[in-house]
């Protein structure tokens, strides 16, 4: 942990900020894949915050605050609703792929929710700063709608789930 303190690999703060660094690097991927200025400038602002987020993780909170602001939460939500607005309404439910770029948002995805899963595990213990939760909640939101921007840019037609068993 930072300041010294240690703990099992298997301690819930390990666990949780390592899925968030995880993530980081999931991100990096992603990143390599897309070409968009605008885009690229915004997956950087949230490695940035996953860097603090991990920091906040790594740190016994003694009812810290994290350092990320309340605005990070805003800006996902501004952002989520400017592609909202550019992309078809959906219709049904959507499997990941397409384009290098939709599966790679899409693992992000998947692995934030597990993130919000892990620092909920601490939260059941200890209090955890809200706005991690939040922000966390809403990344994962984020990445859904950054898949479906990928495919929508190229040109790609979403895949549908075919749910034969319903």
């Known amino acids: 942990m930072a300041g010294g303190k240690r703990v099992p690999k298997t301690n819930p703060r390990i666990e949780a900020y390592g899925t968030v660094d995880e993530l980081n690097a999931f991100i990096a991927c992603l990143l390599d894949t ?13 490695q940035n915050n996953l860097f603090t987020v991990g920091a906040y993780l790594a740190t016994e909170s003694d009812g810290k605050r994290c350092s990320v602001a309340p605005e990070e939460i805003e800006a996902l939500e501004k952002e989520m609703d400017l592609i909202d607005e550019l992309v078809p309404p959906l219709k049904a439910f959507v499997l990941p792929g397409g384009c290098p770029s939709n599966s790679g948002a899409h693992v992000c995805r998947t692995v934030c929710r ?10 059941g213990q ?41």
Do not use: M
């Open 114 to 123: 597990r993130a919000e899963r892990g620092i909920y595990r601490i939260a």
């Open 126 to 166: 200890e209090e955890i700063d809200p706005v991690v939760l939040q922000y966390i909640n809403r990344l994962s939101d984020y990445f859904f709608l950054f898949a479906r921007k990928q495919n929508f840019i190229y040109g790609i037609s979403e895949i549908t789930w075919n749910k034969p068993c319903i």
């Open 34 to 46: 897309v070409d968009d200025r605008e885009d690229r400038e915004f997956l950087w602002r949230i």
